[in-house]
């Protein structure tokens, strides 16, 4: 411990006076003026948003019928043991309850992205 505090009492110093040299070194780089490109639109905007959607909802819907799967294999192996059946039911119900999360906020989701592009509302008007 000694050592290492006698080694700080140099190093420390030298590296603070050192910093400002260092930034001598440093080379400026001019920032490059962005343009050129084309405005993202409202519809590709919505395209995005319903393109993660989709695949979270898809992933998300496969992993509740996962859960609902292993919940039935899980009965089937419990053989009637009732600690095991319980287990079962309760993963049975976790899948279903994901199930119904997921399309809840797939609908959700859905709704604010219609509401963004403006394009929910486009029914409603004449």
Do not use: C
Request: hydrophobic residues 60%; charged residues 10%; glycine residues 10%.
């Amino acid at each position: 411990m000694n050592k290492l505090r006698s080694i700080s009492k140099w190093v420390v110093p030298v590296v603070i006076l050192a910093l400002p040299l260092m930034s001598l070194g440093a080379t400026i780089l001019t920032p490059t003026v962005a343009g050129g490109g084309r405005a993202v639109t409202l519809v590709e905007i919505e395209n995005l948003i319903n393109g993660i959607a989709r695949f979270l909802v898809v992933i998300s819907i496969v992993l509740a019928a996962a859960f609902i799967i292993i919940g039935g294999i899980m009965w089937i192996i419990a053989r009637g043991d009732d600690d095991m059946v319980a287990r079962a039911k309760k993963t049975i119900l976790n899948g279903i309850i994901g199930a119904l999360v997921v399309l809840a906020v797939g609908v959700i989701l859905q709704t604010i992205s219609g509401i963004v592009t403006r394009s929910f509302f486009s029914g409603f008007t004449s």
